[in-house]
């Protein structure tokens, strides 16, 4: 057996050990692909986020560094843009795991991958039900390009497209599953429409996965997967979105605005992971990084779409927020945590979505018709 076999397979026993890998197709596909055919290059991630030095697979001299980091279950990033922001990488390969047994596969599915990326998903989907039976799409021409490549030197030739993926893809259309391998704000309408009744609709939102089960009325229902994770966020057509760390901080450190006293109260939500989610699914176009230094802490939040900011620093004299903009960003957001708070703190995993066919979003704790619901603007 090679090192790469043998790493593969590490890979394959400590997923199945801690009961990650439970479905024997996917089980099988993780020990027949290998990962470092859909990653010639990784790039270093520092705890806090931080983009270091590439790791060549041609670099002999680094070989174990990169071969640990390609068959580890971490994701690796794989693509920077000149901002320094990832554009693609490989999803770790255990949320991998959940999503594709979520997916409940069967021989003579077709399914259409949202985020080719570097090939692996696709390759994985590929083994599974056949390449014939898959179709991936990804907005980077240049991604698809170098994923038929390691795709077909694996093995595996399924259908690629450069397209908006935000759009589904028509030509293959209808599917029994689709599966984005990145981050949405909103679940798109098309994704619905081009999907059979019954079929499923996997999208990442906030930090979760959500599997829409489709309705014959063309809406989506389902509650979202236990598992956390985070993808790169699609891109339209029209290029990236999201101001940069860098971005934030210069619009919020630099802007005068309307100043009010927070409470310590407001911030511990702010920073809760299980009200982060939720406020997040709310308001998706906020975005947001902390400074911390022996001053305290200074949260910088942006909304995307109307440039709107706040400052909201943190020591031991209290809290001070300072808003500038169309709209009052931390009003907004301390609203949407409040009803979290009145709804009794939820968890993702308590929480459902449904969609529908117009792409109206509702969000839900515990069942669709309970007294805690919300449209999400």
Request: net charge negative.
């Amino acid at each position: 057996m090679t090192l790469t076999a043998q790493l593969r397979q590490h890979l394959v026993d400590t997923l199945t050990t801690t009961g990650v890998l439970t479905d024997r197709s996917v089980t099988e596909a993780f020990a027949a692909v290998p990962r470092h055919h859909f990653a010639p290059a990784v790039y270093r991630v520092s705890g806090q986020g931080q983009i270091g030095d590439v790791l060549d697979g041609a670099d002999l001299t680094h070989a174990g560094d990169y071969l640990s980091a390609v068959y580890s279950d971490e994701a690796i990033v794989t693509q920077i843009a000149p901002d320094g922001r990832p554009t693609s990488s490989s999803t770790q390969p255990g949320v991998m795991a959940v999503m594709l047994q979520a997916l409940d596969l069967a021989a003579g599915m077709t399914v259409l991958e949202v985020g080719t990326g570097t090939g692996y998903n696709a390759a994985l989907l590929s083994q599974i039900l056949g390449s014939e039976q898959v179709t991936s799409v990804d907005i980077d021409a240049g991604l698809v390009d170098q994923a038929r490549v390691a795709l077909a030197a694996a093995g595996y030739r399924p259908r690629l497209a450069a397209a908006d993926g935000l759009s589904g893809y028509r030509p293959s259309a209808p599917y029994d599953r689709i599966i984005a391998t990145c981050s949405v704000r909103r679940v798109p309408a098309a994704w619905l429409r081009q999907t059979k009744p019954g079929g499923l609709v996997m999208a990442n939102m906030s930090y979760g996965v959500v599997p829409l089960r489709v309705r014959p009325d063309g809406s989506g229902e389902g509650r979202f997967l236990s598992q956390v994770c985070a993808f790169i966020e699609a891109r339209p057509a029209d290029g990236p979105l999201g101001p940069t760390s860098d971005r934030m901080i210069e619009v919020c450190m630099g802007g005068e605005g309307a100043t009010s006293a927070g409470t310590v109260q407001q911030v511990e939500w702010f920073a809760e992971d299980r009200c982060e989610f939720f406020w997040r699914l709310s308001e998706p176009s906020v975005y947001q990084c902390t400074l911390t230094g022996d001053m305290g802490k200074i949260h910088c939040l942006v909304d995307a779409g109307t440039d709107s900011w706040a400052r909201v620093h943190h020591d031991q004299s209290g809290v001070t927020v300072v808003q500038g903009g169309s709209r009052r960003v931390w009003d907004d957001i301390m609203q949407v945590c409040q009803r979290w708070d009145d709804a009794g703190r939820p968890g993702h995993y308590r929480l459902g979505l449904t969609v529908s066919p117009e792409g109206h979003h509702v969000l839900w704790v515990d069942r669709p018709d309970g007294a805690h619901r919300w449209p999400l603007r």
